[in-house]
């Protein structure tokens, strides 16, 4: 698989391969995490999400992380496939009255076959 | 497919101009959000409508305004545009206040010439 320790604008990954996306969060009380996948002319689709109480969730082929620690998210896509590729986003909930989810910079995965 | 309509799709108007982007929500849902995505800023939240209340604002000028009408649809105005404002609008809804996913429509394109 590949992986990236810090946040990178691209990633390209082989057919296959498990893909690993690093997101930095902001705000120490931000308490829920949505991972997101645009295409190309497409609005954001949910992926999946994760709640400040768990460290760990799993779905289909994907798996998010959460350190709390370093405010550090991560998606995890498994056996990565040509229809992966597209732009991820992480977004965070801060948690505070007026303001609504944020969306950290893309990473986009190109997966070639 | 997210259940979140927006017409129209794409719109080209001219500088000082006045448009309206429209957005129905998926059903059920009684939170409206409006996002607008640039190539240099990535997804930045406009402004928060839950059950016709304004809920949230956020990067939202005061050349822009929005409401959320009796049955849930919304409307972003933008006026005096700018080429600046060039960009794609995305409205998203969402069935609880918090802890619960944006699904986002397929936004509008606009371009201010």
């Known amino acids: 698989g590949e992986s990236v320790g810090l946040h990178l604008p691209t990633l390209s990954v082989q057919e296959g391969d498990n893909s690993i996306i690093n997101c930095a969060y902001s705000?120490?009380?931000?308490?829920?995490f949505i991972w997101y996948k645009q295409e190309s002319g497409k609005g954001p689709q949910f992926i999946i999400d994760?709640?400040?109480?768990?460290d760990k969730r799993q779905g289909q082929r994907v798996t998010v992380l959460l350190n709390k620690t370093v405010k550090h998210l991560s998606l995890q896509i498994a056996a990565t496939q040509p229809g992966d590729s597209a732009v991820y986003f992480c977004?965070?909930?801060?948690?505070?009255?007026?303001?609504?989810?944020?969306f950290g910079k893309g990473t986009t995965l190109s997966v070639s076959s | 497919d997210s259940g979140v309509t927006q017409t129209p799709k794409h719109l080209i108007t001219a500088t000082g101009q006045r448009v309206t982007l429209r957005c129905s929500p998926r059903?059920?849902?009684?939170?409206v959000y409006w996002y607008q995505q640039s190539l240099d800023q990535g997804l930045q939240f406009l402004i928060q409508?839950?059950?016709?209340?304004?809920?949230a604002k956020g990067n939202i000028l005061e050349r822009f305004s929005a409401q959320q009408f009796p049955d849930l649809h919304s409307e972003l105005n933008l006026s005096s545009l700018e080429l600046g404002d060039s960009a794609l609008y995305f409205c998203?809804?969402?069935?609880?206040?918090?802890?619960?996913?944006?699904?986002f429509g397929n936004g509008t394109r606009l371009t201010v010439t």
């Open positions: 998203a809804s969402s069935a609880l206040l918090e802890d619960s996913p944006l699904h």
């Open positions: 705000n120490s009380a931000s308490d829920y």
């Open positions: 994760i709640r400040s109480n768990m």
């Open positions: 977004a965070e909930n801060p948690n505070q009255a007026g303001t609504a989810l944020i």
């Open positions: 059903s059920g849902d009684l939170s």
């Open positions: 409508y839950y059950n016709g209340e304004e809920r």
